[in-house]
């Protein structure tokens, strides 16, 4: 990445999060460009990041040698259509985290002969432990994947997946899948107080166990299984709990919300244009 040109168009959470992760990774502030309609937030990113950020898509993609498009999905096609010309005469890598927006129409946007890779991030890329799930049609060769994941590991982990179709599962599963936590922590902080903890008490108590929770993941082999088990004593309050989590049949609640999860994303995908 040292000698790499990189353009960020959009300066949202997701644009953010990379230019951070970037920044932290050893890429020079001039090494960045980034393209923001918003005046504000280019203020902010030359206040916080030192970086150079301007109005002007063109100006911002000229000389990139990788693209990261991180703008509304319903802004995706109005933003790189005219720069299409650009993009077929320098022919970057055109990397999309915009949810939903496939290949097809991206490719279409670009014109022929520009690499196009879709990345599917989550919100804890912003604090550097994200994990990020990569497509790439056949036509992206090794050597750009390669450039791929060293653009996208600055916010954490990366895994690649064999079919477009899988990113939708992807965006339910871990796209979202912070959210699911947050309730989950949220409820039993609520379930606390009720049982008469004091509310910050319950909280923070929660909180700290979703944190903790994820740390033992990763500190080992990420077995979950295993790890709930150990935790899991014969007869123990533990056991009394999960029983009554699976009386509520939770496990066919998760599956059904992670397929309405990942049918809505084939719902936006189908609208997009």
């Known amino acids: 990445m040292s000698n790499r040109r990189i ?37 902010s990113l030359a206040r916080e990041f030192a970086v150079s950020a301007g109005a002007d898509n063109g100006a911002a993609v000229a000389g990139a040698t990788v693209v990261v498009l991180a703008v509304k999905p319903q802004d995706a096609a109005a933003t790189l259509a005219p720069l ?16 939903g927006v496939r290949v097809a129409l991206l490719e279409a946007c670009c014109g022929p002969g ?4 879709r990345a599917m991030p989550n919100r804890p890329a912003l604090i550097g432990a994200g ?11 090794a050597a750009q994947r390669t450039l791929a994941e060293g653009v996208l590991k600055s916010t954490g982990e990366i895994v690649w997946v064999g079919s477009e179709g899988a990113l939708d599962v992807v965006t339910a599963l ?17 379930a606390g107080a009720q049982l008469g903890l004091e509310a910050a008490t319950a909280q923070r108590l929660a909180a700290m166990t979703l944190y903790g929770a994820g740390l033992l993941v990763q500190s080992g082999e990420a077995d979950l299984a ?16 999960l029983r009554t989590l699976a009386a509520a049949d939770l496990r066919a609640t998760i599956q059904r919300a992670l397929a309405a999860g990942t049918e809505r994303s084939r719902e936006l995908a189908a609208t997009a244009t």
């Open 7 to 43: 353009c960020i168009l959009g300066a949202g959470n997701m644009g953010r999060a990379l230019i951070g992760g970037l920044l932290r990774g050893g890429v020079r502030p001039e090494q960045l460009c980034v393209g923001e309609s918003l005046a504000a937030a280019r203020e």
């Open 84 to 99: 299409a010309g650009a993009l077929r005469s320098a022919r970057p890598l055109v990397i999309s985290v915009v949810a």
């Open 114 to 117: 520009v690499p196009v890779v």
């Open 131 to 141: 994990i990020t799930a990569l497509f790439a049609p056949a036509a992206v060769d």
């Open 174 to 190: 871990s796209g979202s899948g912070p959210a699911y936590f947050f309730l989950l922590a949220e409820l039993m902080a609520e």
């Open 226 to 241: 295993r790890l709930r088990a150990e935790v899991t004593s014969p007869g123990g309050t533990t056991e009394a709990a």
